[in-house]
């Protein structure tokens, strides 16, 4: 019974025989051909893989091949990946590892015929061309070269990896550029992919006809900011299994008007920027599986179209930058789901639905730069998953709503440029998660609210223009954490006190009624290097070397 156990492990599981056996490290020539590749580059994290990859991507960037040395097993070094059976490289992942440098044409990572998965993504190859050796790694089903600054044309040889379920070529400016006969190639031969990102590719050249006969099976394209011209297909829509569809930014792409089945799995949809109207999100209510949907810098000459907001299961809504020219419908509190919503620049008028109360799981929200006029109402208090709200530069009047002191989870809170009167509530303080605090440029009166303890994590300060007065609060000598003030243009009156922060860099209190000596304790603050006190009537003497950059 023993040996026929074994031999159904051994047959059924080999890999974790393999495993589990120790036996076996990836060959000398394999070891050797990584080395190789390593040393072709410097180990350099350049401006660029800095932004995209810890900026942008928010992943980690560190220099995987530091683990690479010769005379221990490729197997267990950083980014690599072996097949247990007979340890050959089949992955390798040296995505966000500081690789600067020329990519050689001739590497010897060509020389390793069994990989299967290699991702470079968000490294800096310093305008270098993809080699059309690519072509060699016949076995390979993921290839991502994303953000790696590779510039040229894109080798018709990477149609010739049929294998591919997924491949990125994508950058967010156009480096690359592919002609008509690379991209179809790569839509005739790539029959296996399920996942396709070609975005800020320069396709000037290419009809968008051209995507007419992708895969059935294709779950995500993204094409956006590829100038792709001519009438888009319109099968694309129907494509069974299609999750993912990003053609933003494409202005010369002509969209008919979409009729969208019921039956679509569509969950993520980006139209932005296509200069485009509404006529082309008839049936937009019918895709009831859509979490994410960015029609921004488009125009809806109708307003805000009422379809939208029957899809039950958005979580994401992003339409900035638009022409809408009409009232939020009170009927966006049917939207249950949505987490993001943003609706800036977008010429909105009207007040802000009450309805909104409804969205209880919205952590975000930004209707800035619009003409909203009213009240804010006092039911976003309600909102208490809310981490961002920004409601600048619109036309919103009377006082802020003690309400908001209820969304405990805020970080983010910009009321500037509105017509808001009356007091700052006392409940503000209980926003203890606040890091920025804007409320500038409105017709606030009376008191700042005080405690010693309050906003602990105050980054960001600005009530800049208002007729606040009385003296300064306590927490402002006390917050650890700011590092911009600016109560400019009051009328705050007293003396200034010793502040205790170390972090302050920018201090603005001109045009008040403050009196009294400068405090010794600005002397102390080095990080500080604008400081403007002009327009009160302070005394006293401050000495100039002990700042580069000040201003009184």
């Keep these: 019974m023993a040996p026929y156990l074994f031999l159904c492990l051994f047959l059924f599981f080999p890999h974790f025989y393999a495993s589990s056996s120790g036996s076996h490290s990836c060959s000398h020539h394999e070891a050797a051909s990584l ?13 660029h893989a800095a932004l995209y990859c810890d900026e942008i991507a928010g992943h980690k960037s560190y220099p995987k091949t530091n683990s690479w040395k ?48 290699f991702n470079l993504a ?59 006969h690379a991209l179809e190639g790569l839509v005739h031969n790539l029959t296996e992919v399920r996942h396709l990102f070609l975005d800020g590719m320069d396709m000037s050249s290419v009809n968008a006809h051209v995507f007419m006969n992708l895969s059935s099976s294709l779950r995500s394209l993204s094409l956006a900011g590829c100038d792709l011209q001519g009438k888009f297909p319109k099968n694309i829509f129907d494509l069974p299994n299609l999750n993912l569809l990003n053609l933003g930014g494409n202005q010369n792409l002509n969209l008919d008007p979409l009729k969208f089945n019921r039956s679509s799995n569509l969950e993520h949809l980006d139209l932005s920027s296509m200069s485009s109207s509404t006529e082309f999100i008839d049936s937009v209510d019918n895709l009831q599986a859509l979490k994410y949907l960015d029609l921004s810098g488009n125009s809806f000459v109708q307003g805000l179209p009422v379809s939208i907001t029957n899809l039950s299961s958005l979580e994401q809504l992003i339409i900035s930058g638009a022409n809408i020219f009409g009232e939020l419908p009170d009927s966006m509190g049917n939207l249950v789901s949505l987490k993001f919503l943003v609706l800036s620049q977008s010429n909105l008028s009207g007040p802000v639905p009450r309805s909104l109360r409804n969205l209880l799981q919205l952590t975000h929200l930004d209707l800035s730069q619009n003409q909203l006029s009213g009240e804010i109402p006092s039911s976003l208090g309600n909102l208490l998953q809310l981490t961002y709200l920004d409601l600048w530069q619109n036309q919103l009047r009377g006082q802020i709503p003690r309400s908001l002191g209820n969304l405990l989870q805020l970080t983010h ?36 609210p005080d405690e010693v303890t309050a906003f602990p994590n105050l980054i960001y300060l600005d009530l800049y223009d208002n007729f606040l007065n009385g003296t300064l609060p306590s927490w402002l000598y006390t917050a650890p954490s700011l590092k911009d003030i600016d109560l400019s243009q009051n009328q705050f009156s007293g003396h200034i006190k010793e502040f205790q922060s170390k972090s302050l860099e920018y201090l603005y209190l001109n045009n008040n009624k403050l009196q009294g000596p400068f405090p010794s304790s600005i002397f102390q603050l080095l990080n500080l290097t604008e400081l403007v006190l002009s327009s009160n009537n302070l005394s006293g003497v401050i000495e100039f070397r002990m700042f580069s950059n000040l201003q009184i």
């Design 70 to 117: 010769e005379g221990t097993d490729c197997c267990s070094w950083d980014g690599v990946t072996c097949d247990h059976l007979n340890a050959h490289v089949i992955a390798l992942d040296l995505s966000c590892s500081w690789l600067y440098g020329n990519f050689p044409s001739n590497t010897t990572l060509f020389l390793l015929p069994h990989l299967q998965k």
């Design 35 to 47: 080395i190789q590749f390593k040393n072709s580059f410097s180990i350099t994290q350049t401006d």
């Design 413 to 448: 809170l910009e009321l500037g440029w509105n017509k808001l009167s009356g007091q700052i509530p006392l409940s503000i303080l209980n926003l203890t998660q606040l890091e920025y605090l804007a409320i500038y440029n409105n017709s606030l009166e009376g008191s700042i």
């Design 122 to 180: 968000y490294n800096d190859f310093n305008h270098s061309k993809i080699p059309s050796e690519f072509g060699r790694f016949t076995s390979l089903f993921y290839l991502n070269l994303s953000n790696t600054l590779f510039a040229g044309e894109v080798p018709s040889q990477v149609s010739h990896l049929s294998k591919l379920v997924s491949l990125d070529l994508s950058f967010w400016a156009n480096v690359l550029t592919i002609d008509k």
